[in-house]
């Protein structure tokens, strides 16, 4: 069993920035792809980012391509997701995920996730 923990949301301005982490914990989560997913209110949940636990093949929304970073420390079992020049539509409740089978990009592939985070960006 996977235990996904998220922190880091808040409140922040247009053109801000903030850190989401992602937790990690159980056996096996260390051969998984981590994904970073986002839901608005009255939408699907939809791919923001994703990456291998080796640091390679990382994959990003092209919403979110060239000022999201998806990132990870093996020592603290940390996954992070670095948002900068926030916008107001990036206003949603953050999860990370993982134990994906298929499609990385689809939500419903995700096996285990996390209780989300909420980032809103006012204008």
């Known amino acids: 069993q996977v235990q996904l923990v998220e922190s880091g949301g808040g409140l922040v301005q247009a053109g801000g920035s903030l850190r989401l982490s992602c937790t990690a914990s159980?056996?096996?989560?260390?051969?998984?792809?981590m994904g970073w997913f986002r839901q608005a209110p009255g939408k699907e949940r939809d791919f923001v980012a994703h990456?291998?636990?080796?640091?390679?093949?990382?994959s990003y929304a092209d919403s979110v391509k060239g000022r999201f970073t998806i990132s990870r420390d093996s020592a603290k079992n940390t996954v992070y997701l670095q948002m900068n020049s926030l916008k107001p539509e990036d206003t949603a409740v953050y999860y990370c995920?993982?134990?994906?089978?298929?499609?990385?990009?689809?939500?419903?592939?995700?096996?285990?996730w996390g209780q989300g985070t909420q980032v809103t960006v006012s204008s």
């Open positions: 995920a993982s134990g994906a089978v298929g499609n990385r990009f689809d939500a419903r592939a995700y096996t285990y």
């Open positions: 990456m291998t636990w080796s640091g390679g093949d990382a």
């Open positions: 159980g056996l096996g989560f260390s051969i998984n792809p």
